[in-house]
């Protein structure tokens, strides 16, 4: 599934093509996706030039300036959504929801498991921000507001284990389940360890280590940007150099321990009981 760091590769890989580019085109095969894609959209967009493209947490947000106004497209990935270039008059395969045409080349939407998302919002490009998905999602890690100081603030009224509060959208976007387990084993963190039971110090590094974990991820990614846009072949998420995730039973990069597989609120929790505490 993407996390954030591939949708942050996502955008940086489709934005310098639709930058200042005119959507000639909507073509939508399968409209029934999470949630419909919205019926008169197809006719309405084109015409559009694009202004930016921006996330916000794994929502992807085409912000768009037509002779009607402004509005943004909100995208989501869900569990298998790719957005990539293709060219003009591609036939499209079986997958392949959507299409919008530019001038050289078309963006195309697939999704083999529809749970992915396309929904349009009229208004300026910081009202699109007050829709419904987009305004309960939390704090962005990237930014400047994530500091050690507000995740000690955010974790002291959390009494249940840090992972799965870590992976709280409603508190922090994009620390999905390998950045979670990831992130706590760069700490030195037991996933198990109650929230709000974690001291400055070690949150400090915790909040440096989920900024790393992500931004390596991201600098991964950038560099298979071309296949992430231009591929028809496998999605290709790329994977970081896992310490702990998907490594039950080896033994740990750090210690002599063997790195554990736990449930934790439905989701599997790697980590090292030797170096996490
Ligand atoms: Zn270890």
């Known amino acids: 599934m993407p996390e954030l760091p591939e949708v942050e590769v996502c955008r940086r890989?489709?934005?310098?093509?639709?930058?200042?580019?005119?959507?000639?085109a909507m073509t939508v095969r399968q409209a029934r996706l999470r949630q419909p894609v919205p019926a008169d959209l197809?006719?309405?967009?084109?015409?559009?030039?694009?202004?930016?493209?921006?996330?916000?947490?794994?929502?992807?947000?085409?912000?768009c300036l037509s002779a009607e106004g402004e509005g943004s497209?909100?995208?989501?990935?869900?569990?298998?959504g790719r957005?990539?270039?293709?060219?003009?008059?591609?036939?499209?395969?079986?997958?392949?929801?959507?299409?919008?045409?530019?001038?050289?080349?078309?963006?195309?939407?697939?999704?083999?498991?529809r749970f992915g998302l396309v929904l349009w919002q009229a208004g300026t490009a910081q009202s699109v921000l007050s829709h419904p998905l987009l305004a309960v999602q939390g704090i962005e890690p990237l930014s400047p507001e994530f500091t050690a100081a507000w995740l000690h603030d955010a974790l002291a009224r959390r009494n249940g284990p840090i992972k799965p509060v870590l992976m709280d959208s409603h508190?922090?976007?994009?620390?999905?389940?390998?950045?979670a387990s990831e992130s706590l084993y760069r700490a030195g963190i037991s996933p198990l360890r109650a929230a709000s039971r974690i001291s400055f110090t070690r949150i400090e590094t915790l909040a440096a280590a989920i900024v790393a974990t992500l931004s390596e991820a991201i600098a991964a990614g950038g560099s298979s940007i071309r296949d992430y846009v231009?591929?028809?072949g496998s999605p290709g998420w790329f994977q970081i150099q896992a310490g702990v995730y998907d490594r039950a039973g080896q033994i740990c990069r750090r210690c002599n321990n063997t790195v554990r597989q736990?449930?934790?609120?439905?989701?599997?929790?790697?980590?090292?009981?030797?170096?996490q505490r």
């Open 13 to 24: 890989g489709i934005e310098p093509a639709l930058l200042g580019q005119e959507i000639l």
């Open 42 to 63: 197809a006719h309405g967009l084109p015409g559009s030039v694009v202004r930016a493209v921006r996330r916000r947490g794994k929502y992807l947000l085409i912000d």
């Open 73 to 80: 497209l909100i995208v989501h990935l869900g569990m298998s």
């Open 83 to 113: 957005l990539r270039f293709a060219p003009l008059g591609a036939p499209p395969q079986k997958h392949d929801h959507i299409d919008w045409q530019f001038a050289t080349q078309l963006l195309r939407f697939t999704d083999p498991r």
């Open 171 to 179: 508190l922090l976007v994009g620390v999905g389940n390998i950045y």
């Open 230 to 232: 231009h591929s028809d």
């Open 262 to 275: 736990i449930r934790q609120a439905g989701r599997s929790t790697f980590y090292c009981p030797g170096c």
